[in-house]
């Protein structure tokens, strides 16, 4: 009788293992989802085996990938998990936003099983959630990825999700990697090194005309000013930037979508820089300026007043192109340009800069009354600190708060250029979870009504956050838009832009969350130390302002 103990069986490692480490290896410690059986598969390996690695699940795709967008703008990488069909097509829109706005977020889709494959195409049985084409959730995804693979060999999977990842990273955008069903618990290799996340490089020929054009309009400039831009902050080109501040006394806006790219208490900063619904000083700012150089920035149609009147005085560095006025240039890159820059000595300190005071944020006097939303913002600026991540909506607020005083980076996000409604609070998990950060949420009421479920992901995953829903009852750009001398004649609002009124009292307390109720100045004041000390509850205000309040920051982007 043979009394040895038999030897452990060795531990299985497959294509599902391979994906784990790699976001591990991207300090991804949290995955957002919403099972299926296409993909769980996956999720069973990971919360067998890799516990470093936590499931964030939500009560709907979109909310999963505003909040997995979120997270990958604060940490530098991301990923979300669907299944098939039903869950990828629902997902789509919030990857689209993280394609447009330069977010390298990883979408993880299962798909159909190789004798699923059989069944629809040799016995024309339908496969669930499937359109009868499997190339259908690629060939979707494909426009708005840099990088789409469907995994139906495990042998291949290594090479596949590593270039697809590295894809993600170089160009800053999302990827998608789908994985046939049962080939995610398949034998696969372990990584070999690490991962490859390099920047693309410039045309070198190329770089240094675009450099010499550049710095000679910068050295005959009288009145330059810098445009800061996403792509600073999507390439971690931040410190780069100070140094070029430093060196040539240039002062500088931001775009909205790249506000808080860097902290806003320096003496360069002008402000954030909305087109025509802005405050007045930083559009005499940009009107004065004759070179206005865009870094990394996407030049949306908020700026087309600024394309038709400044296209010859402008200078724009994105994706990969450079325009000096008329002349393009190819295949130039911000970091080369950046790194260029700031070794060309002639531009080194030439300029001396304004008397910029530092903003001193203090509440500006505000009549007592009811609420605009003007006044509303007037008090609850001061009150915001550095322990907070602001997450704003496309929505009247985000035009009027634009100017929030953000003394720490990245403490401004929104969704400004792709606009979806709604995504601020389905961001928030993201936000809270990516960073120790507390998030405080201004959601306008028409986006919240879309995604206020996410309530339940908050209050599961992520107490203290604040969220105040603005609530006037309307569509209040769209409407601004179409006709803003309604705003004076309710009666002609049309019908589309109005909504019913919840009652969020009662929805707050269904998921959990400690609701109020707002209506006037007063209350305000006497609400925002309470929420500041409600560190182990969600919070959710319901701020009530008149439906015929037209912000003039919203009248003057719809009229200008």
Known sequence: MNNKLASPAPVKYTVSDYIADRLKELDIQHIFDVPGDFVTNFMNVVVDKHPEIKFITTPNELIAGYSADAYTRLNGAGAVAVTYGVGAFSLLNAVAGAFVERNPLIVLNGCPSTSDRVYEDQKGVLIHHSTGNFATDMNVYKNVTVAAVSIGDPTKAPAMIDETIEAAFKWRRPVYIEVWKDVWQMD?????????????????????????????????????????????????????????????????????????????????????????????????AVNKSDLFIGLGTIVTDDYLNLVNTKYADMIVVYNGKVRVGYQEYNNVYLADIMKALLAVKTVKGI??????????????????????????????????????????????????????????????????????????????????????????????????????????????????????????????????????????????????????????????????????????????????????????????????????????????????
């Open 188 to 284: 696969c290799e372990k990584p070999t090194g690490k991962l490859k996340l390099e920047t693309p490089v410039s045309d070198p020929d190329v770089l240094k005309a675009a450099v010499a054009s550049i710095v000679d309009r910068i050295i005959n400039a009288k009145n330059p000013l810098f445009w800061a831009g996403i792509e600073l902050g999507r390439y971690n080109l931040q410190a780069s930037f100070k140094k070029l501040l430093a060196q040539t006394n240039i002062p500088y806006v931001t775009t909205l979508l790249a506000k808080s790219v860097i902290a806003e208490n320096n003496e360069w900063f002008k402000g954030v820089y909305t087109g025509s619904a802005c405050e007045l000083p930083i559009r005499t």
């Open 351 to 560: 300029y001396t800069p304004k008397a910029i005071a530092k903003k001193e944020v203090k509440a500006k006097a505000v009549a007592k009354g009811n609420l605009t939303f003007n006044t509303f913002f007037d008090v609850v600026k001061p009150w915001l600190d550095d322990s907070m991540t602001v997450l704003i909506d496309e929505s009247d607020s985000m035009y009027v708060a634009s100017d929030i005083q953000s003394n720490r980076a990245n403490s401004f996000v929104s969704e400004a250029a792709w606009g979806s409604i709604g995504y601020a609070a389905g961001a928030a998990a993201g936000a809270a979870l990516s960073t120790k950060y507390r998030p405080v949420v201004f959601a306008g009421d028409g986006g919240f009504h879309m995604i206020a479920q996410c309530l339940e992901t908050l209050v599961q995953y992520c107490p203290g956050s604040i969220v105040f829903v603005m609530n006037n009852a309307i569509f209040g750009i769209e409407q601004a838009l179409i006709n803003w001398k309604a705003f004076d004649d309710p009666s002609t609002f049309e019908s589309y832009n109005l909504f019913p009124v919840w009652k969020y009292g009662a929805l707050a307390e269904t998921f959990g969350a400690k609701a109020y109720r707002i209506t006037t100045i007063e209350e305000l004041v006497a609400l925002l130390p309470e929420l500041k000390q409600n560190k182990n509850v969600v919070s959710l205000i319901d701020v009530v302002i008149p439906t015929t309040d037209l912000p003039p920051q919203i009248k003057r982007l719809a009229t200008e």
